[in-house]
């Protein structure tokens, strides 16, 4: 897909699973088992899904997946257990696999905007190189809002087991984390960023292009089923406001005839949306290769 200046690619980074009420809320099982069948366990599966937008001056990631250090050195701390709660699978696609089959080796990488520093969001940001944590894209810059980096330090205990320091104080370290306060209007060349605080404090989602954008909505709207607006996640701290939160980002793309990206849809990476008498639902599925 071409928006704006870039050229927009799907990137896989790990699938995953977790459990179907959690991320249906008060949703009953009969109406989300349809589209998000759950195992024996009651887990759907989920797709840890990032963002590539190539240009000539820039290579951006929206958000960065799981990342690798649970098969490494953090692999003993809760590696297994994490392994065993989520179904987490990495024999299929990692981040560096994806970036190859675009020709792209992590070095290339000149931008990492971070929606939140959710570990199945910001895990990607950080690796362990001889036996230490570094940042994984040593020529990139990252972006994150600051409320949620100062949450991510001193988590509320609903966030606690979502926040590790490991994914975001080796940027600190490195002074390589850039960070925001608010939305910003070409943050880079028609890519900018508004903040929700529905699911967690300041989250930032990211807009591209100008016309026909793409808008790529994080945990707002992790997948093709929670276009729906009373379809929210047990793990939003604020329900009633990502319902509110997702009507004015839905009102407005379907508006500007553009494109939702879902970053833990198995199914499809993204879709046009059109609105259906007071709610949305999907009315053309795209994929990006």
């Not at 704006?4 to 995953?16: N, Q, V």
């Not at 080796?105 to 570990?119: C, K, N, P």
């Not at 994984?136 to 810059?141: L, M, R, Y």
């Not at 404090?201 to 992790?222: F, M, S, T």
């Amino acid at each position: 897909m071409k928006v704006g200046p870039y050229e927009a690619k799907s990137i896989l980074t790990g699938s995953f699973a977790l459990d179907g009420g959690a991320m249906f809320g008060t949703v009953p099982k009969v109406l989300w088992n349809k589209t998000n069948p759950s195992d024996e366990l009651n887990r759907i599966d989920m797709e840890a899904r990032a963002l590539l937008l190539i240009s000539d001056k820039h290579k951006i990631l929206v958000d960065v997946g799981l990342g690798d250090k649970l098969s490494e050195k953090y692999g003993e701390k809760f590696g297994q257990k994490f392994k065993e709660m989520y179904k987490w699978d990495q024999s299929k696609n990692t981040l560096t696999n994806s970036l190859k089959k675009h020709s792209l080796m992590l070095e290339d990488i000149t931008d990492v905007i971070l929606t939140h520093l959710h570990f199945d969001h910001a895990g990607g940001a950080t690796t362990v190189e001889n036996g230490e944590l570094v940042p994984t894209f040593k020529n990139a810059k990252y972006y994150v809002q600051k409320k949620n980096l100062e949450t991510a330090q001193n988590p509320n205990l609903r966030e606690k087991a979502s926040y590790f320091k490991e994914n975001f104080e080796p940027l600190l370290e490195n002074k390589v984390l850039n960070l925001l306060e608010g939305d910003v209007k070409n943050l880079l060349p028609q890519v900018s960023v508004f903040v929700t605080n529905g699911h967690t404090q300041a989250q930032q989602l990211v807009k591209i292009g100008e016309q026909n954008p793409l808008i790529y909505c994080g945990d707002i709207i992790p997948t093709s089923t929670h276009v729906r607006l009373p379809f929210v996640m047990g793990y939003d701290l604020d329900p009633l406001l990502v319902i509110k939160e997702k009507q004015q980002i839905l009102e407005g793309i379907a508006s500007e005839n553009g494109f939702v990206f879902f970053e833990h849809d198995p199914y499809m990476d993204a879709a046009k949306i059109v609105k259906v008498g007071s709610d949305f639902n999907v009315s053309e599925k795209v994929m990006l290769n």
